[in-house]
């Protein structure tokens, strides 16, 4: 076995495990890190088809962003795991359905030819260039949509959240900075006192 | 030199290539975790002048072994786990807090060439890496189960996440004028233009058209390490020691030595990325790693002045400083560098 093939089906290997534990632990903290175990694992498979770019950006945004904001939320939350596995016999029908259709798709994508083609060759030359230039020019389009998506959906989720209570005393940092000592200490210059 | 390493080459056959990777990963890391050391050891005598005290010097010569001192002193103190904690993730905390640490400097160049790993998308993956160190904070304030270390771990991870969208943007305004993401390439750059070419290269580094990314690159990295003034992570005041509160013995100096490889990091890519790495300031000096190491020295020297000058911010006020101040400020200073390099203006062909 080559190093490449050793590094691959470690992380494989950890990408699997990973998926697993993501699915079967019980604790709702566990099973994020489990899933934070998942991503980096991805990230290395795709550092192997040379897609460094995407591996880099993966673990950045996912790993470095998404999940820690996910981990403060679970952590946040008191979870009651009985509640949550209340409804398990009436829904198993539904998620065995489910679950029966996402298998027999990935069958059938695995087992059709459009997907047992060769890799492409990798190309010399800075990965992060090349997605740039294609992002860019040939779908610079479809780039701008999901920039205007992910705006209006920032807004909307800022918008949503946001509550204004006017019954509460808050702070203004700004006017606290703004404060002059003038305002605040005057000094006076008074006589001294004689007998 | 060289037939020493082609005879080693010859005698080790396939397992040449993981032993040379070896020997340089001991060789950058074996000098980090004594600059660690004695980094504690400057640290408490700086701030102790600054203060108008002496600082450690009992042990041996002036103090100077106060370190090897602390360091024997964690490695005997007993790990206690407290007992509602996560045993598991109790102490992968730790360990999540130091790997990422050590594992950036994998991508940090520290003289032409002398780097472990010179891969093209370094910036890419030290930025990665970088937002990794946040894990370590948040799995062992959840871990210890106490209300101070959850607090702590909760501020960490808000404040890391809010700086590290200002460092990004910072970031972005340098490879823009790059035009790379190879570290390495991003020093040598730096060693051209008007201004080297007339013998004064330090006019020609990124700091001066970037100066206010250099500025708040630099701030936003003190808050990254939850160092003072924006140690609120760690505020003793009002959470204790924050997530480290139920760490003890080498736990316990696993986040310490995370933080400062942290600060040494942030030293070494702030003078990387603005002030020219291992170039010299002048022409008719050579340049070198002694040019690197100064300019990091200055960097944690500021750290320590920064420490012992301000006091700790309020909570409300790092969140402001850092997405009301430094994020409109990176925003703005994109747009102008990149309208700027589009002008015959433009001083980066």
Known sequence: MDVVSFVFTLFAFFLLLGALGTVFSRNPVAAAMWLVLTFFSAGGVWLLLQAEFLALTLVLVYVGAVMVLFLFVVMMLDLNLAKLREGFWHNAPLALLVGGALAIELYLMLTSPAFHRAAAPAVAGSNTKMIGEVLYTVYAYPFEVAAMILVVAMIAAVTLTHRKRSDVRVVKPEEQIAVKASERLKVVSLPAEKE | ?349
Not at chain 2, 103 to 119: M, Q, Y
Not at chain 2, 158 to 171: K, N
Not at chain 2, 173 to 182: P, R
Not at chain 2, 260 to 266: E, K, W
């Open chain 2, 1 to 349: 030199m060289n037939e020493w390493l082609s005879l080693a080459q010859g005698w080790l056959g396939p397992a040449w290539p993981v032993v040379w990777n070896v020997l340089k990963i001991i060789v950058l890391l074996v000098p980090l975790l004594l600059a660690v050391a004695y980094l504690t050891y400057a640290e408490r005598k700086i701030i102790g002048y600054m203060q108008v005290r002496i600082g450690p010097n009992r042990v041996g010569p002036k103090g100077w072994l106060q370190p090897i001192a602390d360091a024997l002193k964690l490695l005997f103190k007993e790990v206690i786990v407290p007992s509602q904690a996560n045993k598991v993730l109790y102490f992968v905390g730790p360990a999540m807090a130091l790997a990422p640490s050590l594992l950036v400097w994998a991508a940090v160049p520290v003289n032409d060439g002398w780097v472990i790993a010179d891969l093209d998308a370094g910036l890419l993956f030290v930025m990665a890496v970088i937002s990794l160190e946040v894990y370590g904070v948040i799995i062992a304030g959840w871990a210890s189960n106490s209300k101070y270390a959850f607090l702590g771990a909760m501020r960490a991870s808000a404040q890391m996440i809010s700086y590290e969208v200002a460092m990004g943007f910072g970031l972005i305004c340098v490879l823009l004028v790059s035009g790379t993401l190879n570290l390495s390439e991003i020093v040598r750059q730096q060693g051209t233009g008007w201004f080297a070419d007339h013998g004064l290269s330090f006019l020609s580094w990124n700091w001066l058209p970037l100066l206010p990314i250099a500025v708040v690159y630099f701030i936003s990295g003190v808050a990254e390490t939850n160092r003072a003034p924006f140690d609120l992570p760690e505020g003793e005041s009002e959470i204790v020691a924050g997530h480290m509160v139920e760490y003890s013995g080498m736990a316990f100096a696993l986040f310490f030595l995370a933080e400062y490889a942290n600060m040494i990091l942030v030293s070494f890519l702030t003078s990387i990325l603005f002030f020219g790495g291992w170039l010299s300031p002048v022409a008719f000096l050579p340049d070198g790693l002694h040019w690197l190491l100064i300019k990091a020295s200055v960097f944690l020297f500021l750290y320590l002045w920064i420490r012992a000058t301000f006091p700790r911010f309020r909570y409300d006020h790092v969140m402001r400083l850092g997405w009301k101040v430094f994020v409109p400020i990176t925003i703005v200073w994109l747009l102008v560098v990149a309208v700027w390099m589009l002008t015959p203006l433009s001083i980066w062909r």
